[in-house]
C-alpha cells in the first residue's frame, strides 16, 4: 500500500506552514515557502522557507539556540521518574533530518557548542553545529531503529531522552566584539546579576557566569544562592578546592539550604576527601534530619571507624522517619552484625529482603552479607537462590538491548559469586567450586579470586589454589578505574590474600619474577599467564589489519550470536567466526543464563586475530552500602 497525499493549492503552503510553526512554539513570521512534489512518492517530501523572529530566544542575554523544532522524545531535567507499564511507541523506523543556517548579528562572535551522539538498539541522534564566517549552521540527525522501546530499556530512554533536551537548549553564547559593537550594557541590579549568572550556568558559559557571580557578591556578599553558583562554576572548570570554599560561604549565608552541603560532600568524596566528606554529610543531616543519603553516608563513614553503636544511633533514628527504605534496613543489619549484635541485624536482613522479593540485588546483597558473617546459612541460600532465579527472570527481558545484557551479565558474576561463598561457608565444596570458577571467569575480580582459592584450599587443591590467589593478587594490583566500581578488596584484604598464599606455599608471592623453563623459554608471570588463558584467537586468512568491537551473546548449549559494534569496517566480517569460536566462560550446573560481552579483536594482517573479552562493568547498585569486603 502507498500512501497518497492530497494536493495542496499553492496559495495556502505560507498559512499552513506558518500554523505549523505557532505549534511547534516558533513565533516568527514565514515567507517564500517552496515544496518538492506531491507526485513523486519515491522521494522524500521536502518544505523550505523563510523565518523571520525579532527578540529571538534568549537574545536579551545574547544566547541563542538553533531555530529547529524538537524531535519529540526530549525528558527536561527535572522531569518526574515514571516507570513504564507497557513498551513505547516511537513510531514508524526511519530518519528524520532538520537543517538550521543562522546569519550571527554584525559586531558578535560566538564559541561553536560541543557536538552530541547518542546511540541505542532503539534510538540514534547526532547534533552538531558549526560557526564560520559568522553563520551559525546546526545539523541534527534523528534515527528511529524500532518501533517501541521495551520495558526493559525505560531507563535508557530515559538518559537518552535527557542527553537530546540538553542538546537541543544547548544555548550559543554570543560576545561582543570591537568598538561601537553595539553590546548590551552589563547589568547592575544583583537579581539581574543573578539572572543573568545562572542563565550562563546553564548555557555552560562557565566562565561569564563567574564574572557575573564575582561582581554580584562585591556588591551584596550575603546574597543567596550567588556562591552556590559561583562553586559550580568553579567546579565546571575543574577547580574543586576553590568551590568548597565557596560553598561553606553558602552554608553560612543559607544553613538551611541543603544544596549546598550536598554539593560539597559529592565533590569531597570525588576528591577522596573521606573525613571532610562525612563532615558535610554530618551538616547536611543536621540541616535535614530526614535526608536518607546523609544518614547512610554517615552511617557508612562511622562503620568504616569500627563506631558501630553512633552508626547504628544515625541509622535507627533515620529508619523511623523512613521505616520502609530498604536500604536502610540492609544497613542497619549489616552494622548490627558488626557489632555483635547478630540476632538484631538477622531480623533486620530479612525485612530488607523480604521487603523487596523481587529485588536480585537486595537478595543478593542479603545472602552475601548472612554467607560472611558464616550466619543463618539457609537464609543466605534462600535469598541467593532467590536472587539467581530473579536474575534469570531479569536476563529473558533484556533480549532486546544490549546495554541492558551487560548489566544482567555484570550482575550474574556478583550472584554466582555469592552463591558460591554460600556453599562453602556450609561445606558442600563442589558445588561452591563451580559457582565461584564461573564467577571468576566472567568478572576477574580480586574478591572472587580469592574466594576460589579459599574454596580449592578447602578441597586440597594445592597447585590450583596457589595459581587462583596469584591471579587475584595480579589483577588487585592492575590499575583500574573508580568508575568500573563492582567488588574489590581493601589492602588488609590483600594482605590477607599473600598470607593464604605463604601459609599454602611456604614462600612469598612474586607477581614480576620469571625463569628459563627446560625448553628454552620464559616462565609467565600470574599477569600474562592470566591474559593469555582469556585471549580469543581466530585465523587470519584474509590479512586482516586493525581493531574492532562486537558484542557477544553465550548461553550454556551455544553462542547465539556475534554482532560487530564499532571500530574498523574491515573486522565486520569476523562475524561469523566469532560465532563459532570458544570463550573462557562456564556456567554453573543447570543455568539459564545468557552472557552478553564485548569482545575486543586486534587483527595485524601477518599474524592471527586475537580477542579480549572486557569485562563486564558495574551500572547496578554495588554489594555492600558500607565499606569494601
Given at each position: 500500500m502507498r500512501l497518497a497525499f492530497r494536493q495542496v493549492a499553492e496559495s495556502k503552503w505560507n498559512e499552513l506552514v506558518q500554523q505549523i510553526s505557532y505549534r511547534l512554539n516558533f513565533g516568527g513570521d514565514v515567507s517564500d515557502v517552496k515544496t518538492t512534489s506531491l507526485e513523486d512518492l519515491d522521494k522524500p517530501f521536502e518544505i523550505s522557507y523563510n523565518y523571520e523572529r525579532k527578540n529571538y530566544g534568549g537574545?536579551?542575554?545574547?544566547?541563542?539556540?538553533?531555530?529547529?523544532?524538537?524531535?519529540?522524545?526530549?525528558?527536561?531535567?527535572?522531569?518526574?521518574?515514571?516507570?513504564?507499564?507497557?513498551?513505547?511507541?516511537?513510531?514508524?523506523?526511519?530518519?528524520?533530518?532538520?537543517?538550521?543556517?543562522?546569519?550571527?548579528?554584525?559586531?558578535?562572535?560566538?564559541?561553536?557548542?560541543?557536538?552530541?551522539?547518542?546511540?541505542?538498539?532503539?534510538?540514534?541522534?547526532?547534533?552538531?553545529?558549526?560557526?564560520?564566517?559568522?553563520?551559525m549552521s546546526t545539523d541534527r540527525v534523528l534515527t528511529i531503529k524500532k518501533p517501541k522501546v521495551a520495558l526493559t530499556e525505560w531507563d535508557e530512554f530515559r538518559k537518552f531522552g535527557k542527553a537530546l533536551s540538553d542538546d537541543e537548549f544547548n544555548y550559543v553564547h554570543l560576545t561582543a566584539i570591537g568598538a561601537g559593537a553595539g553590546s548590551a550594557p552589563e547589568p547592575t541590579n544583583p537579581d539581574e546579576m543573578f539572572r543573568q549568572a545562572t542563565s550562563a550556568l546553564e548555557g555552560r558559559d562557565l566562565k561569564r557566569a563567574e564574572e557575573l557571580l564575582d561582581k554580584l557578591l562585591v556588591k551584596q556578599p550575603d546574597y543567596k544562592g550567588a556562591h552556590l553558583g559561583l562553586a559550580y562554576a568553579m567546579a565546571g572548570q575543574n577547580r574543586m578546592p576553590e568551590a568548597l570554599v565557596e560553598l561553606e560561604k553558602e552554608e553560612k549565608v543559607s544553613p538551611t539550604d541543603t544544596r549546598a552541603y550536598l554539593a560539597a560532600a559529592r565533590m569531597a568524596t570525588f576528591q577522596g576527601k573521606k573525613d571532610y566528606a562525612a563532615e558535610q554529610w554530618r551538616r547536611l543531616l543536621k540541616a535535614d534530619p530526614k535526608n536518607r543519603t546523609a544518614a547512610e553516608s554517615v552511617a557508612a563513614y562511622l562503620v568504616e571507624q569500627q563506631k558501630y553503636p553512633d552508626a547504628i544511633e544515625v541509622l535507627e533514628a533515620s529508619a523511623k522517619n523512613a521505616p520502609d527504605s530498604s536500604s536502610l534496613q540492609f544497613q542497619l543489619g549489616e552494622t548490627y552484625i558488626k557489632a555483635g549484635q547478630t540476632e538484631k541485624g538477622i531480623a533486620h536482613l530479612h525485612e530488607a529482603a523480604d521487603?523487596?522479593?523481587?529485588?536480585?540485588?537486595?537478595?543478593n546483597n542479603v545472602a552475601y552479607t548472612l554467607a560472611e558473617a558464616k550466619t543463618d546459612l539457609s537464609g543466605a541460600q534462600k535469598y541467593g537462590e532467590a536472587s539467581l532465579s530473579e536474575l534469570d527472570d531479569e536476563a529473558r527481558g533484556a533480549e532486546s538491548s544490549n546495554s541492558a545484557g551487560m548489566r544482567v551479565t555484570y550482575d550474574y558474576g556478583l550472584v554466582w559469586d555469592t552463591l558460591g561463598w554460600v556453599y562453602f561457608q556450609q561445606g558442600d565444596n563442589a558445588r561452591a567450586e563451580q559457582y565461584a570458577r564461573a564467577a571468576w571467569q566472567l568478572q576477574e575480580e580480586e574478591l572472587v579470586g580469592d574466594h576460589l582459592g579459599q574454596i580449592y584450599e578447602k578441597e586440597g587443591k594445592t597447585q590450583q589454589a596457589a595459581r587462583a590467589y596469584e591471579s587475584a593478587l595480579a589483577v588487585a594490583s592492575m590499575p583500574s578505574s573508580p568508575a568500573l566500581g563492582g567488588p574489590s578488596v581493601t589492602r588488609k584484604q590483600e594482605q590477607e590474600i599473600q598470607n593464604r598464599y605463604k601459609r599454602l606455599t611456604g614462600k612469598d608471592p612474586s607477581l614480576t619474577e620469571t625463569h628459563r623453563l627446560p625448553n628454552g623459554e620464559w616462565s609467565l608471570t600470574p599477569a600474562e599467564r592470566l591474559r593469555r588463558s582469556r585471549e580469543i584467537k581466530l585465523n587470519n586468512h584474509g590479512k586482516l589489519d586493525g581493531k574492532a568491537e562486537f558484542i557477544v551473546s553465550i548461553n550454556p548449549q551455544e553462542v547465539e550470536s556475534a554482532d560487530f559494534d564499532a571500530g574498523d569496517e574491515e573486522l565486520r566480517s569476523l562475524e561469523s567466526k566469532l560465532e563459532k569460536a570458544h570463550y573462557p566462560y562456564e556456567f554453573p550446573p543447570d543455568s539459564d543464563a545468557t552472557l552478553v560481552v564485548r569482545i575486543l579483536m586486534r587483527c595485524h594482517s601477518d599474524s592471527d586475530c586475537i580477542g579480549t573479552p572486557m569485562p563486564p562493568t558495574q551500572v547496578t547498585t554495588p554489594r555492600s552500602f558500607t565499606t569494601p569486603q
Open positions: 537574545w536579551e542575554d545574547r544566547q541563542i539556540v538553533a531555530p529547529l523544532p524538537p524531535m519529540g522524545f526530549e525528558v527536561p531535567g527535572g522531569a518526574p521518574e515514571k516507570k513504564l507499564v507497557e513498551p513505547m511507541s516511537l513510531g514508524a523506523v526511519g530518519k528524520t533530518i532538520y537543517h538550521a543556517r543562522v546569519e550571527l548579528p554584525s559586531g558578535y562572535e560566538a564559541t561553536t557548542p560541543s557536538s552530541c551522539h547518542e546511540s541505542h538498539s532503539f534510538i540514534e541522534y547526532t547534533g552538531e553545529t558549526h560557526i564560520e564566517n559568522g553563520v521487603a523487596h522479593s523481587t529485588d536480585a540485588m537486595m537478595l
